[in-house]
């Protein structure tokens, strides 16, 4: 039972560029997330995703775009890379139970710069 | 606005010694309580959490942590810490009962270990 699994492990990108951040969990949850990490601010949500092709804006959306076509799969994508989307990127997923706020399991995070 | 405020940025503690790690919440609707730590380059792990119930919640590791609906705080504490402790430490409060299961995570808690 891997969890949550993230791909690269790290990424430098020039400005413009794109990349996809690849996100897969084995858990069978039906949620998932995408939080970006910056130093002194705690974890912030891009994304997040309720089930398979259902996803919905988080906190800081702006300049990322997500996708979910399977349960275990939640990709993040980048456009067109900019310097202040250098930070950690984390994805996490979780079940719930009668509506409730249940565990978020982490991925070990994927730590982009963008020159 | 839900918010958690962590006012400690950075805490060193001596080997052995207890530790208070502070937390608090504004959140209008009966909150869900959890505690993260995080190891260097390392994704999140939960310690512990609070649902409902006993307000003194027993977590992973040693740790437990406080509910206090009337101080809106939930602090985690540790009677004797080991250097292993030495990571970041995240509090979070999410809705309970709802639909999108999201987090709101504090700003984080370094905590540095002495021999």
């Known amino acids: 039972n891997a969890g949550v699994t993230q791909t690269p492990k790290f990424q430098v990108l020039k400005t413009g560029q794109s990349m996809t951040l690849q996100c897969t969990q084995d858990?069978?949850?039906?949620?998932m997330y995408w939080y970006r990490q910056d130093p002194g601010m705690g974890l912030k949500l891009i994304y997040y995703s309720v089930g398979a092709g259902i996803t919905d804006k988080g906190e800081v959306p702006n300049g990322y775009n997500v996708s979910r076509s399977t349960t275990e799969d939640f990709p993040l994508r980048l456009e067109l890379a900019a310097p202040s989307q250098t930070s950690v990127y984390f994805c996490?997923?979780?079940?719930?139970?009668?509506?409730?706020?249940?565990?978020?399991?982490f991925g070990p995070g994927t730590r982009l710069t963008v020159l | 606005a839900q918010s958690v405020t962590q006012p400690d940025i950075h805490i060193t503690v001596s080997e052995g010694a207890s530790l208070e790690l502070r937390c608090n919440y504004s959140y209008g609707a009966t909150p869900y309580l959890f505690w993260y730590v995080q190891s260097p380059g390392q994704g999140l792990q939960l310690l512990l959490k609070?649902?409902?119930?006993?307000?003194l919640v027993q977590g992973i590791k040693g740790f437990e942590a406080e509910f206090k609906r009337s101080q809106s705080s939930f602090n985690l504490r540790k009677p004797s810490v080991h250097w292993s402790d030495a990571a970041e430490y995240f509090c979070a409060v999410g809705a309970a009962g709802g639909a999108t299961n999201k987090l709101i995570f504090g700003t984080g808690t370094l905590l540095a270990v002495q021999p």
């Open positions: 858990m069978n949850h039906n949620y």
């Open positions: 996490a997923s979780s079940t719930t139970s009668g509506g409730s706020t249940d565990t978020q399991y």
């Open positions: 609070y649902f409902s119930g006993d307000t």
